[in-house]
């Protein structure tokens, strides 16, 4: 009886966090249910499937969970400068990978691995228009291992987050995508973490 009583409490809180990740992606950019896909031609308006699904989710992509997309197999030219002492990868990895199998316009956003009930694969027909590319030497540092004793220009980082801002990866010093973005909440544009007012998202990490 309580092991039921606890298992219907699991399953509640999954459902509000569920209803609750809808209701903040409804009506952004994130919403692809406005876009003409291969969801919405066959009149699925499922507004989670396109990143997340139930049953047969990734198995190459393990850091998201229940991830829906097929994966991106570019390669990325990575930000570089010589300032800067902290080591960034020589390819992205974790979250930024499930971002740029999107966001890089090489794999279309409704190209899934497994489709809801009634609709065929696998080519996906919707790419984004405003997509970053391959080449990211000139955007923010994605896949950087954060080490502040490395650079006294940093703020140090406390159980795998800078000023609230989340560090991931095994050893949860990763900086990734989700690092300054939250993809399920677009309270502030374009899906920051916090606002940038005052540039205060950048001066949670940066002594500047």
């Not at 850091?63 to 902290?86: E, F, G, K, R």
């Not at 966001?103 to 409704?110: E, K, L, M, R, S």
């Not at 009930?117 to 997509?131: K, M, N, Q």
């Not at 939250?182 to 001066?203: Q, Y």
């Amino acid at each position: 009886m309580r092991r039921t009583a606890i298992l219907g409490s699991i399953f509640a809180s999954l459902a509000l966090l569920a209803t609750s990740a809808i209701a903040d992606i409804a009506n952004t950019s994130h919403d692809l249910r406005s876009q003409t896909t291969l969801l919405t031609q066959a009149g699925n308006t499922q507004i989670c499937a396109y990143c997340h699904t139930p049953h047969n989710a990734s198995t190459t992509n393990s850091t998201t969970p229940l991830w829906n997309h097929q994966d991106t197999v570019a390669t990325y030219t990575m930000y570089s400068s010589p300032s800067l002492d902290m080591t960034i990868a020589g390819s992205p990895a974790g979250v930024s990978l499930a971002c740029l199998s999107c966001h890089d316009g090489t794999v279309a956003a409704d190209q899934l691995i497994n489709f809801p009930t009634g609709i065929t694969g696998p080519d996906g027909i919707f790419f984004l228009g405003d997509s970053l590319g391959t080449d990211l030497s000139n955007d923010h540092p994605i896949s950087l291992t954060y080490n502040a004793t490395q650079d006294p220009d940093f703020v140090a980082a406390v159980n795998s987050q800078v000023n609230g801002l989340q560090l991931f990866g095994g050893t949860g010093d990763q900086v990734e995508c989700g690092t300054c973005h939250s993809v399920h909440d677009n309270t502030n544009e374009p899906f920051l973490r916090m606002s940038n007012a005052g540039s205060a998202l950048c001066l949670a990490c940066h002594i500047k």
